[in-house]
């Protein structure tokens, strides 16, 4: 997926104001972190631009540092963090207070104290709650007695929970509060992939999450450059989301037309350049599947659509596998071997194909009949060989 520079800015954790003070107020960000004695330790703003160098210790045997620096003219809360190598500690600033931090290093992460500042206690608090997610989540992908569609469905509950949880108990909270800004920015790890956990690009009510962080701080911080950029956010969600609707309105498969006209076609191009029809499948038995050979799970559905091949191809079944992989390169190697049908749709998960069918989510499959006729998707299929067998 694309995403624009607002977004990759925006993942990274916060948007933040780069202006330096002209006065002689300052804050303080002093402690201890033990356990790293000769460790560079790095106090960076989270800015617009991504994370900037504001100072640096290095650090003795007892692990103490204190970093006095100047005070952003606004009254807007700055974000900040403290960094030894990939360690790293988030914390806000509201003008000039003093914050201390204890931890030891390398477990400084998640093993922290703060004191000084309920902001920080809250962010710190939403760190920890985001690692136990992603903790929840690699744990799941890693059982082996889950099958794909009940790893989707269980990652679908966690997140939606997670979700709720943060919003209602953060966000909606005090969405003037900084920690609820930095609420907003979360991402967790999915496959290859880190995505924002509230993603106002494709989620309505994600979209709703952020308008009312954004409304807030205007209201708080009239002006302020993280406002906006909250508001920015918010208005190109709601118009993506009105793409979305717009044209899933318009081709929205429906069961009666379905039955009439056949499945819908597609034409894309093979690993090896041909263009391949759906509708000349007409005879067969058609897997037809969506998928991502980047994800983690992929040599496992791999395996999967290949023992269903090899037992039943030569009886008349077919697979038509649409990858949505942005690497054509690592999609063509990845498919070299594959004895199926395998063409991509270049546009991957914003591609035409998928919006043709609907696909909510990756992997997704279908099942189209001889006559080419589509007769259900995977939501509907307890037992897919039994299904295929009886299509056969």
Known sequence: MKITRLFSVAAIMVAALALTSCNNKKFHINGNITEAQDSMLYLENISLNGPVKIDSVKLDEDGAFAFDEAAMDSVTPEFYRLRIANQTINLSIDSTETVKVKAAYPQMSFKYEVEGSENCNKIKELSLKQMTLQSNINGLVKDPNIGNDSIESIVGRMLQAYKQDIKTNYI?????????????????QLGNVNTLIFNPRNNKDDVKVFAAVATSWDTYYPGAERGKNLHNIAIEGMKDIRIIENQMAQQQIEASKVSVNGCIELALQDNKGQVRRLSDLKGKVVLLDFHLFASKESTKRIMMLRELYNKYHAAGLEIYQVSVDPDEHFWKTSTAAIPWICVRDEDGIQGKSLTLYNVQSIPTFFLID???????????????????????
């Not at 080419?372 to 039994?386: F, P, V």
Request: net charge positive; hydrophobic share 45%; no cysteine.
């Open 370 to 392: 001889r006559t080419n006729t589509l007769q259900a998707r995977d939501a509907q299929i307890k037992d897919i060989e039994a299904a295929i067998k009886n299509l056969l």
């Open 172 to 188: 909606f909270k005090e969405p003037m509060k900084a920690y609820a800004y930095y609420a907003l920015f979360q991402t967790v």
